[in-house]
């Protein structure tokens, strides 16, 4: 499993950024029979969605960060709502294929979301706010022995006792 280091490295935090980019350019045309409170509500909902991911990212403790996980999945879904309000809208149906897209970024991104707090909550590390070189030290010993183990495993012939017992 892949370490970040910076909200900016997450996959999830870069589509949710060009999820805001490509509706922030949709709502720049200025869509007709759209209010300017409908399009102001849309591009918050976008918005919070990248935002949460790195208020949560930058917190320092898992529960923080699943509790920011879980807003920005709401905000992705709020986005989803509103682009398939939009998509109803009468004389905006040339828009159809660009909306499609929106709204498939961000179910991306909800489904990302899911999946990442579902690890989190699965976790034993409390998050990096209570790391100290001791709990880092241990990780770092189980991973290499975690590593180690899976290269054994792997130069086992494939008819093994042990490797068809893992496989099970």
């Given at each position: 499993?892949?370490?970040?280091?910076?909200?900016?490295?997450?996959?999830?935090?870069?589509?949710?950024?060009?999820?805001?980019?490509?509706?922030?350019?949709?709502?720049?045309?200025?869509?007709?029979?759209?209010?300017?409170?409908?399009?102001?509500?849309?591009?918050?909902?976008?918005?919070?969605?990248?935002?949460?991911?790195?208020?949560?990212?930058?917190?320092?403790?898992?529960?923080?960060?699943?509790?920011?996980?879980?807003?920005?999945?709401?905000?992705?879904?709020?986005?989803?709502?509103?682009?398939?309000?939009l998509e109803r809208k009468p004389g905006l149906q040339h828009l159809k294929?660009?909306?499609?897209?929106?709204?498939?970024?961000?179910?991306?991104?909800?489904?990302?979301?899911?999946?990442?707090?579902?690890?989190?909550?699965?976790?034993?590390?409390?998050?990096?706010?209570?790391?100290?070189?001791?709990?880092?030290?241990?990780?770092?010993?189980?991973?290499?022995?975690?590593?180690?183990?899976?290269?054994?495993?792997?130069?086992?012939?494939?008819?093994?006792?042990?490797?068809?017992?893992?496989?099970?």
């Open positions: 499993m892949a370490t970040y280091e910076r909200f900016e490295d997450l996959p999830v935090w870069q589509e949710a950024a060009k999820l805001y980019e490509a509706v922030d350019a949709l709502l720049a045309a200025r869509l007709p029979g759209i209010s300017r409170s409908f399009a102001d509500q849309l591009e918050r909902a976008t918005l919070s969605v990248s935002n949460n991911i790195a208020e949560g990212f930058e917190r320092g403790t898992t529960n923080e960060l699943l509790m920011f996980l879980y807003i920005a999945r709401g905000s992705a879904g709020e986005t989803r709502s509103m682009l398939c309000l294929s660009q909306v499609l897209d929106l709204k498939s970024s961000a179910e991306s991104c909800s489904r990302q979301l899911r999946a990442w707090a579902e690890t989190l909550q699965n976790s034993d590390i409390p998050g990096t706010r209570y790391l100290n070189d001791n709990v880092r030290r241990r990780e770092q010993q189980k991973k290499r022995a975690d590593d180690v183990q899976q290269r054994l495993m792997d130069a086992l012939p494939p008819n093994h006792p042990l490797r068809r017992r893992k496989e099970e």
